[in-house]
Antibody, heavy 117, light 109 residues
Framework: QVQLQESGPGLVKPSETLSLTCTVS????????WSWIRQPPGKGLEWIGY???????NHNPSLKSRVTISVDTSKNQFSLRLSSVTAADTAVYYC???????????WGQGTLVTVSS | QSALTQPASVSGSPGQSITISCTGT?????????VSWYQQHPGKAPKLMIY???NRPSGVSNRFSGSKSGNTASLTISGLQAEDEADYYC?????????FGGGTKLTVL
């Protein structure tokens, strides 16, 4: 059974960088695509981006160049960095596996990140 | 990358059937058979219910079915049960990645 677990600070100051890590168990990170999705409180889902184990990435154009997604195959982890955060970036952040047919089949439990001074 | 359009809410009584629509464009829903649906209960992570327009993952009840016509995809839940009360989101591949619908709150009366 594939399991994902997000970890990282729950509070980030405005203009700083949000950093989260997703640890994958039950599957090799080298066998899939991996993605980040977020959900502002009381709102809908927003795709952030994905990474393949080779390091190939793609991200939501609306987030422009603020997003960096990386992978550490030795730790079976992938990570998200979102720079220059504002209150609008406050959300529950989920990591998920992404099938090549563009559906998210396994999800982490999510972690709330609040942007506030 | 505009969000797909879903009704904000739908409701039905136990045993009835309901359908949730998901409208996009020829650049997303209408252009690819990569539409998926997710169920989300309060405080929980989304759960995959339908993929590739109409396929059900192992373990998902056959009361859930998906279809697509033109730029609109649909999720139908038959034989409504209390446990189906949740938020539902559609998602589609698009040339720049993937886009979600705004979500539909299903109330079982």
């Amino acid at each position: 059974q594939v399991q994902l677990q997000e970890s990282g600070p729950g509070l980030v100051k405005p203009s700083e960088t949000l950093s989260l890590t997703c640890t994958v168990s039950g599957a090799s990170i080298s066998s899939y695509y991996w993605s980040w999705i977020r959900q502002p409180p009381g709102k809908g889902l927003e795709w952030i981006g994905y990474i393949y184990y080779t390091g190939s990435t793609n991200h939501n154009p609306s987030l422009k160049s603020r997003v960096t997604i990386s992978v550490d195959t030795s730790k079976n982890q992938f990570s998200l960095r979102l720079s220059s955060v504002t209150a609008a970036d406050t959300a529950v952040y989920y990591c998920a596996s992404l099938d090549p047919n563009w559906y998210f089949d396994y999800w982490g439990q999510g972690t709330l990140v609040t942007v506030s001074s | 990358q505009s969000a797909l359009t879903q009704p904000a809410s739908v409701s039905g009584s136990p045993g009835q059937s309901i359908t949730i629509s998901c409208t996009g464009t020829s650049s997303d829903v209408g252009g690819y058979n990569y539409v998926s649906w997710y169920q989300q209960h309060p405080g929980k992570a989304p759960k995959l219910m339908i993929y590739d327009v109409s396929n059900r993952p192992s373990g998902v009840s056959n009361r859930f079915s998906g279809s697509k016509s033109g730029n609109t995809a649909s999720l139908t839940i038959s034989g409504l049960q209390a446990e189906d009360e949740a938020d539902y989101y559609c998602s589609s591949y698009t040339s720049t990645g993937t886009v979600f619908g705004g979500g539909t709150k299903l109330t079982v009366l």
